[in-house]
């Protein structure tokens, strides 16, 4: 690499390059996501068989688990991407944070809905105000203060900077959600430990969806990345007509 030749990163931080870059990546990026989701699907309904405990309600965990564990990934995505706006004015941190918002709460929904689908038949009941399922809930509110936040604020630089420090401190609470099991007494079943706790008819099912829903969710953001890039460059256009209208 010559002195004058751009590092990857600072190829990323370019939101032209970027936008080359992610054209040509995301429709095999997608494709690879449709498979790998094709079959996770296939192993946990047909292939994986029913547990002697909770019968065929098992397998809701094949959407749910990866579906909570995405809903924080997309929390610590947002974190990230704030930090690197606050400390570093990357270009695109604020439109991946931005970007990661609405698909994190989509996920954290989905596994709040899937999760009361799977308590019903656990523990009689759609609901409780369990200390996984109550921060879990808190989580899925916090998504949407940012989203509110951000769009309530007309002075886009004001609205990234604001919702990137609620983000960080909203990040404490991905510990609490994380550990929520194993402090306080709770309904909710410990962490499957996917390398000890699980046979292995249920383990490679639930592997092969969660890699499946975390490509989903790069699509997703690299998609959504792309449409605030498009977005911001077009009120960039218009600003400036409106600019030479009024000159």
């Given at each position: 690499?010559?002195?004058?030749q751009?590092?990857?990163?600072?190829?990323?931080?370019?939101?032209?390059?970027?936008?080359?870059?992610?054209?040509?990546?995301?429709?095999?990026?997608?494709?690879?996501?449709?498979?790998?989701?094709?079959?996770?699907?296939?192993?946990?309904?047909?292939?994986?068989?029913?547990?002697?405990?909770?019968?065929?309600?098992?397998?809701?965990?094949?959407?749910?688990v990866?579906?909570?564990?995405?809903?924080?990934?997309?929390?610590?995505?947002?974190?990230?991407?704030?930090?690197?706006?606050?400390?570093?004015?990357?270009?695109?941190?604020?439109?991946?944070?931005?970007?990661?918002?609405?698909?994190?709460?989509?996920?954290?929904?989905?596994?709040?809905?899937?999760?009361?689908?799977?308590?019903?038949?656990?523990?009689?009941?759609?609901?409780?105000?369990?200390?996984?399922?109550?921060?879990?809930?808190?989580?899925?509110f916090?998504?949407?203060?940012?989203?509110?936040?951000?769009?309530?604020?007309?002075?886009?630089?004001?609205?990234?900077?604001?919702?990137?420090?609620?983000?960080?401190?909203?990040?404490?609470?991905?510990?609490v959600?994380?550990?929520?099991v194993?402090?306080?007494?709770?309904?909710?079943?410990?962490?499957?430990?996917?390398?000890?706790?699980?046979?292995?008819?249920?383990?490679?099912?639930?592997?092969?969806?969660?890699?499946?829903?975390?490509l989903?969710?790069?699509?997703?953001?690299?998609?959504?990345?792309?449409?605030?890039?498009?977005?911001?460059?077009?009120?960039?256009?218009?600003?400036?007509?409106?600019?030479e209208?009024?000159?």
């Open positions: 690499m010559t002195a004058n751009p590092t990857i990163v600072q190829s990323l931080a370019n939101p032209t390059r970027f936008m080359a870059l992610s054209a040509r990546i995301l429709p095999w990026l997608a494709a690879m996501a449709a498979v790998v989701i094709g079959v996770g699907l296939y192993q946990a309904l047909v292939v994986s068989p029913a547990d002697y405990q909770q019968g065929q309600t098992v397998r809701i965990m094949y959407v749910h990866p579906a909570a564990w995405l809903a924080m990934a997309a929390y610590l995505t947002i974190a990230a991407s704030s930090f690197g706006l606050l400390v570093f004015r990357h270009p695109l941190a604020d439109v991946s944070a931005r970007a990661a918002a609405p698909i994190g709460a989509a996920f954290t929904l989905l596994a709040l809905l899937t999760g009361s689908l799977w308590g019903k038949p656990m523990w009689g009941t759609y609901w409780v105000w369990d200390a996984r399922l109550t921060s879990m809930l808190l989580l899925f916090l998504y949407l203060g940012l989203i509110v936040l951000r769009s309530s604020i007309e002075d886009e630089a004001a609205a990234a900077k604001l919702t990137a420090i609620l983000a960080l401190v909203g990040v404490s609470l991905l510990p959600i994380k550990f929520s194993e402090w306080w007494y709770t309904l909710h079943q410990p962490s499957t430990k996917l390398t000890s706790t699980l046979d292995a008819s249920f383990r490679i099912p639930l592997l092969i969806n969660a890699l499946g829903f975390t989903l969710f790069a699509c997703l953001h690299i998609k959504a990345m792309r449409n605030e890039v498009m977005r911001r460059r077009v009120k960039g256009l218009q600003r400036a007509a409106v600019r209208v009024v000159a």
